[in-house]
């Protein structure tokens, strides 16, 4: 086999014939490096439930064993897909000398970016390198390196151009050997999180609230146009401006026209004319295995005018006292940070501040 050097990571090259789900079992300088292909044990289920950066880790309500329960059912579904599809995903398993799992992760082809980006794309879903609280960054870093130096070299094998890694900013190990791997910083979001008890009244701001109607979907797609040059499409210089533009049309038009269960899409109404849009939905996931009612905010953009700014607030403002409504006492809202009023917005209805992520770009060639 023919391999190439990398600092901290063995990579296979491109065409190579000897592999194992598209990586080989390799030796690197702190960590032995090998996919895997069976269903959930008990080494990995013990990793995932002490990696403190789990899902929801920030939220305080919920207790440490039904916010494991989400992460070890994530990464069993992950398992089960890799298993079904090996030219889709790969499970990375990382042990030391004495064969002792220190870290996992995954990787897999999404074919909606690929297809709305003509670009072949992936994602690195996951990149676990024992807890912080138990491992120091010199033990976890080389980990962490072997770990994306291993699931960029299998994306590579699958001519994968474009990668996207997103993780919680206190993540050291994980974004420095992202970015020693050629990741490059693209965004970065604050999750505020709403509690019934803590959030400021809704207030109408002179608008009327309503549900979105199949009248409004013109409307709403031409707001959406130009609206979202903070999200990460369109702040990646080597994605088109048009290609971004389209990944938000039809995201969404999905969210108007094709609602999950539990999905909605709020109008704010200004003088009969519409002024901007607002999605939300249960979150099934979160809330089945706390208990605890949970409702995320989605894509919402207001018409470029004076009035702008107090659309947003009295449509966020009605999504947060809406949520109480149907039994979630709690609301779960993204906001870039680069897009500042609608931050001092948000803020300004009582949210708790919970945490940070960031999220990386990664271009092969």
Same mark, same amino acid.
């Given at each position: 086999m023919v391999a190439v050097r990398v600092p901290g990571t063995l990579l296979p090259a491109l065409?190579?014939?000897?592999?194992?789900?598209?990586?080989?079992?390799?030796? *690197?300088?702190? &960590?032995?490096?090998? @996919?895997?292909?069976?269903?959930?044990?008990?080494?990995?289920?013990?990793?995932?439930?002490?990696y403190e950066f789990r899902p929801y880790f920030y939220v305080s309500a919920a207790a440490s064993e039904a916010l494991q329960t989400v992460f070890r059912n994530r990464v069993a579904k992950f398992l089960a897909f890799a298993r079904e599809q090996p030219d889709k995903a790969v499970f990375i398993l990382a042990r030391d000398e004495k064969s002792r799992l220190k870290g996992f992760a995954a990787a897999e082809i999404l074919d909606f970016d690929t297809k709305i980006l003509r670009i072949p794309s992936g994602r690195i879903p996951f990149c676990v390198v024992g807890s912080s609280a138990r491992e120091s960054y010199p033990t976890s870093r080389p980990i962490a390196d072997a770990l994306m130096g291993a699931a960029?070299?299998?994306?590579?094998?699958?001519?994968?151009?474009?990668?996207?890694?997103? @993780?919680? &900013?206190?993540?050291?190990?994980?974004?420095?050997?992202?970015?020693?791997?050629?990741?490059?910083?693209?965004?970065?979001?604050?999750?505020?999180?709403?509690?019934?008890?803590?959030?400021?009244? *809704?207030?109408?701001?002179?608008?009327?609230?309503?549900l979105f109607e199949y009248r409004d979907l013109d409307t709403i797609l031409e707001i959406t146009r130009d609206a979202f040059i903070q999200d990460r499409f369109h702040l990646d210089p080597r994605i088109p401006y048009e290609t971004a533009e389209e990944f938000k049309q039809l995201w969404v038009?999905?969210?108007?026209?094709? %609602?999950?269960?539990?999905?909605?899409?709020?109008? $704010?109404?200004?003088?009969?004319?519409?002024?901007?849009?607002?999605?939300?939905?249960?979150?099934?996931?979160?809330?089945?295995?706390?208990?605890?009612?949970? #409702?995320?905010?989605?894509?919402?953009a207001v018409a470029r005018d004076r009035? $702008?700014?107090? $659309? /947003?607030?009295?449509?966020?403002? /009605?999504?947060?006292?809406?949520?109480?409504?149907?039994? &979630?006492?709690? &609301?779960?809202?993204?906001?870039? *940070?680069?897009?500042? %009023?609608?931050?001092?917005?948000?803020?300004?209805?009582?949210? $708790?501040?919970?945490?940070?992520?960031?999220?990386?770009? #990664?271009?092969?060639?």
């Open positions: 065409g190579s014939a000897d592999t194992n789900q598209g990586y080989p079992r390799q030796d *690197f300088d702190m &960590a032995r490096i090998e @996919t895997y292909a069976g269903e959930m044990k008990n080494e990995i289920a013990q990793l995932a439930d002490s960029l070299g299998w994306l590579r094998n699958e001519r994968v151009v474009f990668t996207t890694l997103r @993780t919680a &900013a206190p993540e050291l190990p994980v974004i420095h050997a992202a970015e020693a791997s050629g990741f490059r910083l693209i965004d970065n979001g604050i999750t505020a999180l709403f509690h019934k008890d803590c959030f400021t009244n *809704f207030q109408q701001e002179g608008y009327d609230i309503r038009r999905r969210c108007c026209t094709q %609602p999950r269960d539990q999905e909605w899409v709020l109008v $704010a109404e200004r003088k009969g004319l519409v002024k901007g849009y607002f999605q939300y939905e249960y979150n099934r996931e979160f809330s089945e295995a706390t208990g605890i009612g949970l #409702h995320d905010y989605g894509p919402a009035s $702008a700014l107090g $659309a /947003y607030y009295a449509l966020l403002s /009605y999504a947060v006292a809406d949520s109480v409504r149907r039994g &979630a006492p709690y &609301a779960m809202t993204r906001v870039p *940070f680069g897009i500042q %009023p609608i931050l001092k917005l948000t803020l300004r209805l009582g949210p $708790a501040f919970m945490t940070n992520d960031l999220t990386f770009h #990664h271009w092969r060639g």
